[in-house]
């Protein structure tokens, strides 16, 4: 809340909304009001617009498209994968029908992963809308970086919630540490849960093991990524989560549970196992570890996983839908 509502970051304008970590229907509603004021504010001024997500700012902005208020080309894209994504939760608000339609107004919408786009199939969007472009990453480390010699510095980076598999970590850890005494794992991020995945950590002695590092800024991740072989994301739900295409990029080994796209993108590039699965995660682990040649070869979709095709696809479709 202490931060400008309004400044420039290099040519990038950025407008900051007041919200509230309470999201009362009073607190919603002026929300809202001042993203509908903002996008009528600047409606000649604009090309295109890309809504992220499919909640609260695509039913805004569905709605001025039905006033005829902002008329420029608008794709709404989700936000999250799995099960519980951002479409199943517009889906389950009151009034679903009329938010569907309201959110029809928009001229694309626009699926992270398979999952999106079967919820969107699912509850009756129209087929003609959908579109399907993943998530991306500033691919440039690529070139710079190269693959580990061995598995030995495992890193999560995320947010530190039991959802992401966190305590199935920890336990894997523990066996791990037992059989490899030079194993280490770094939990790179913040979240409600890290004080009791620290105290869970400690009760298994693996002080010399597991680092909590805290919140990362996005500058350190070449940092981060250098100090490490070996990126774990043993989340219960994702699309296609920037930290495993961010690793990628980086040229990291990466141990993956099966949600979401991931066995679609990294099929024999990457170490998958099921979520919530403590025995199947350590195998992967160590099958990592035991690897002479570590698995992170990721040529034939470093183009895919780009940030510049990403943007270009988004673009290209905005612009020729004028």
């Not at 919820?119 to 440039?140: C, M, W």
């Not at 993108?265 to 990457?270: I, K, N, Q, T």
Request: net charge negative.
């Amino acid at each position: 809340m202490s931060s400008p509502r309004e400044e420039f970051v290099g040519k990038i304008k950025v407008i900051r909304i007041p919200s509230s970590e309470n999201r009362s229907v009073i607190v919603q509603l002026k929300v809202a009001y001042s993203l509908a004021a903002i996008l009528i504010r600047l409606r000649n001024d604009v090309a295109f617009s890309v809504v992220r997500t499919f909640t609260l700012p695509a039913l805004v902005v569905g709605l001025l498209k039905r006033l005829r208020l902002i008329k420029f080309p608008t794709l709404v894209t989700a936000e999250t994968g799995g099960d519980e994504d951002d479409i199943v939760a517009l889906q389950r608000r009151p009034l679903s029908a009329v938010s569907r339609w309201i959110v029809e107004s928009n001229d694309y919408l626009n699926g992270l992963c398979a999952a999106n786009t079967d919820h969107l199939r699912q509850f009756g969007y129209s087929e003609s809308k959908i579109t399907s472009i993943p998530n991306g990453v500033d691919a440039s480390s690529w070139e710079s970086t190269h693959p580990p010699g061995e598995v030995r510095r495992f890193l999560f980076l995320g947010r530190v919630v039991a959802a992401k598999g966190l305590f199935e970590l920890i336990d894997a850890m523990s066996t791990l540490a037992s059989e490899h005494r030079d194993i280490t794992l770094t939990i790179a991020g913040a979240g409600p849960d890290e004080n009791e995945l620290r105290q869970r950590s400690s009760e298994l002695g693996l002080e010399a093991n597991v680092t909590f590092a805290g919140q990362v800024e996005y500058e350190s991740l070449t940092d981060l990524f250098a100090a490490h072989d070996c990126l774990v994301l043993p989340s219960y739900s994702e699309g296609m989560p920037l930290s495993v295409l961010e690793a990628a990029a980086h040229h990291r080994v990466l141990v993956v549970t099966d949600v979401g796209d991931m066995r679609r993108l990294f099929d024999g590039r990457a170490f998958i196992c099921p979520p919530r699965d403590v025995k199947a995660l350590t195998e992967s682990m160590r099958a990592a570890i035991d690897s002479a040649t570590p698995k992170a070869d990721y040529a034939a979709i470093i183009d895919e996983i780009s940030i510049k095709k990403v943007a270009d696809d988004l673009r290209t479709l905005l612009l020729n839908s004028q």
